[in-house]
């Protein structure tokens, strides 16, 4: 099951994040409701771990991935993409200006 998740519907998510415009609290919930479903159909349990829930199965976890995690993951390397192209171009530049004007998330992540 958790492989499923993490196959599946963390795949998709990553899929938009940085196109869709979300903040860290709204990967924060998106965990929160994966963990509540997860204890709804007895797949963990309430009292559990939550660390233990997103460490790797070779380090005895369950081995579920973070939303938070892997969305603050993807937005840092695009940054760092942004930031070292070599050859400035226009849509670079437009995209960065864009992300400064509205003081998106993707900015504060290296500060």
Not at 77 to 102: D, F, V, W
């Amino acid at each position: 099951m958790i492989r499923a998740i993490n196959e599946h519907a963390i795949s998709l998510l990553n899929y938009y994040v940085g196109v869709i415009n979300l903040e860290p609290g709204d990967y924060q919930k998106l965990d929160q409701e994966i963990r509540q479903i997860l204890v709804k159909h007895n797949i963990h349990k309430q009292p559990a771990s939550k660390e233990r829930l997103y460490l790797p199965r070779d380090q005895m976890g369950r081995g579920l991935h973070s939303c938070e995690f892997r969305s603050e993951q993807m937005l840092w390397q695009l940054y760092n993409t942004l930031m070292r192209s070599k050859c400035p171009t226009l849509r670079r530049e437009a995209i960065l200006k864009a992300e400064e004007r509205n003081c998106t998330h993707l900015l504060t992540i290296e500060s």
